[in-house]
T-cell receptor, first 116, second 114 residues
Framework: AQSVSQHNHHVILSEAASLELGCNYS??????LFWYVQYPGQHLQLLLK??????LVKGIKGFEAEFIKSKFSFNLRKPSVQWSDTAEYFC??????????????FGTGTRLTIIP | NAGVMQNPRHLVRRRGQEARLRCSPM?????VYWYRQLPEEGLKFMVY????????ESGMPKERFSAEFPKEGPSILRIQQVVRGDSAAYFC????????????FGPGTRLTVL
């Protein structure tokens, strides 16, 4: 069965530090990959997604992620974080060949705290 | 364009009562997914519905849980005879079509069972 792992449960950084959050997936076929963010008190919002093509994808608010197929990874990066990036970040996947059903499999999330 | 709406935002039930959670998808979206987030865990898929059809309920507990998405009105997730273990955040997501679509999430319903 497919799964998504996020090994960093809680990350604490100072403003302007660089960020990398790890995400690994387990599935033998072709996948679509997503990063969602949940700001305090708000609903999940899509940060970025990878369906195909350029493995380096850019999202909103200066975030980017790189799909490395050989490592089954889709790490999220941001060169310089801001206090407003404090949130919970979820990596998710679905299976491309599951036409007609794109249910998402989520990781357990990474809580990011930015210290001013 | 209003986003995905869920109500209530918070629901408190005593053991044995019924819980009804509502989800109104974004305008023009005919696909609805329900997910559950237990404390300290990620979101887990429960059920996928299109209008008047359950497409995939492989994530639903076999008993006490049911879901519907009628031709008119919101999607409903119904939990009968709730137990303490049902306490969780329940999220609904909608998309306009099935392939290659982004799912847009609602704010969730936080269910507390006393």
């Amino acid at each position: 069965a497919q799964s998504v792992s996020q090994h960093n449960h809680h990350v604490i950084l100072s403003e302007a530090a660089s960020l990398e959050l790890g995400c690994n997936y387990s599935y033998g076929g072709t996948v679509n990959l997503f990063w969602y963010v949940q700001y305090p008190g708000q609903h999940l919002q899509l940060l970025l997604k990878y369906f195909s093509g350029d493995p380096l994808v850019k999202g909103i608010k200066g975030f980017e992620a790189e799909f490395i197929k050989s490592k089954f990874s889709f790490n999220l990066r941001k060169p310089s974080v801001q206090w407003s990036d404090t949130a919970e970040y979820f990596c998710a996947m679905n299976m491309e060949e599951r036409v007609g059903n794109e249910k998402l499999t989520f990781g357990t999330g990474t809580r990011l705290t930015i210290i001013p | 364009n209003a986003g995905v709406m869920q109500n209530p935002r918070h629901l408190v039930r005593r053991r044995g009562q019924e819980a009804r959670l509502r989800c109104s998808p974004m305008k023009g979206h005919s696909h609805v997914y329900w997910y559950r987030q237990l404390p300290e865990e990620g979101l887990k898929f429960m059920v996928y519905l299109q209008k008047e059809n359950i497409i995939d309920e492989s994530g639903m507990p076999k008993e006490r849980f049911s879901a519907e998405f009628p031709k008119e009105g919101p999607s409903i997730l119904r939990i009968q005879q709730v137990v303490r273990g049902d306490s969780a955040a329940y999220f609904c997501a909608s998309s306009p079509r099935s392939q290659g679509s982004t799912q847009y999430f609602g704010p969730g319903t936080r269910l507390t069972v006393l």
